[in-house]
T-cell receptor, first 116, second 113 residues
Framework: AQSVTQLDSQVPVFEEAPVELRCNYS??????LFWYVQYPNQGLQLLLK??????LVESINGFEAEFNKSQTSFHLRKPSVHISDTAEYFC??????????????FGKGTKLSVKP | DGGITQSPKYLFRKEGQNVTLSCEQN?????MYWYRQDPGQGLRLIYY???????QKGDIAEGYSVSREKKESFPLTVTSAQKNPTAFYLC????????????FGEGSRLTVL
């Protein structure tokens, strides 16, 4: 079975500072990895995903995440954050095959708060 | 535009009442899901359905029921047996056999008075 640990429940940063949101997973099989973003009282939106190939994946709004198989991590980074990045971020994992039928397992979320 | 529509957005109910949350999708997705979200606990899976007329319990199915009579629709009923129903409920869907990416609705916030 897969599991996901987001190491920080809250991350406060100042505008234009860099940020890293940490995510570790455990799985006995190969996995797909996702980052979702949630703004207040809204649903989740896919930010980026790793399926295979290049271990560095990027989103259209400047976020990137790197799949590290040896450390079983998929940390999310942005070199310079904006006020508008304030949201909750969820890391998720799924297995391409197996009894879970590809269901996503979510971490508990990290609240990113960007201060002016 | 294709997407997932949840209704109502906000719902209040008295203790002891059943309430049904609607979820409709026009993405032609086979699989649909219901999650419950509580502060600090992330998303927990309530029920999911891979195909019409079939569904499976997730991690916290007690006190909830679902149906899947049409591919587009996956309503969730929160019954009076659910001891702590106040939460934010999220419906999602995806294609089967794909990479597992989920598409979410905007959510329904249920408050029990």
């Amino acid at each position: 079975a897969q599991s996901v640990t987001q190491l920080d429940s809250q991350v406060p940063v100042f505008e234009e500072a860099p940020v890293e949101l940490r995510c570790n997973y455990s799985s006995s099989v190969s996995v797909y990895l996702f980052w979702y973003v949630q703004y207040p009282n809204q649903g989740l939106q896919l930010l980026l995903k790793y399926l295979s190939g290049s271990t560095l994946v990027e989103s259209i709004n400047g976020f990137e995440a790197e799949f590290n198989k040896s450390q079983t991590s998929f940390h999310l980074r942005k070199p310079s954050v904006h006020i508008s990045d304030t949201a909750e971020y969820f890391c998720a994992v799924s297995a391409p095959s197996g009894g879970s039928q590809g269901n996503l397992i979510f971490g508990k979320g990290t609240k990113l708060s960007v201060k002016p | 535009d294709g997407g997932i529509t949840q209704s109502p957005k906000y719902l209040f109910r008295k203790e002891g009442q059943n309430v049904t949350l609607s979820c409709e999708q026009n993405l032609n997705h086979d699989a649909m899901y219901w999650y419950r979200q509580d502060p600090g606990q992330g998303l927990r899976l309530i029920y999911y359905s891979q195909i019409v007329n079939d569904f499976q319990k997730g991690d916290i199915a007690e006190g909830y029921s679902v149906s899947r009579e049409k591919k587009e629709s996956f309503p969730l009923t929160v019954t009076s047996a659910q001891k702590n129903p106040t939460a934010f409920y999220l419906c999602a869907s995806r294609t089967t056999g794909g990479a597992g990416e989920l598409f979410f609705g905007e959510g329904s916030r249920l408050t029990v008075l």
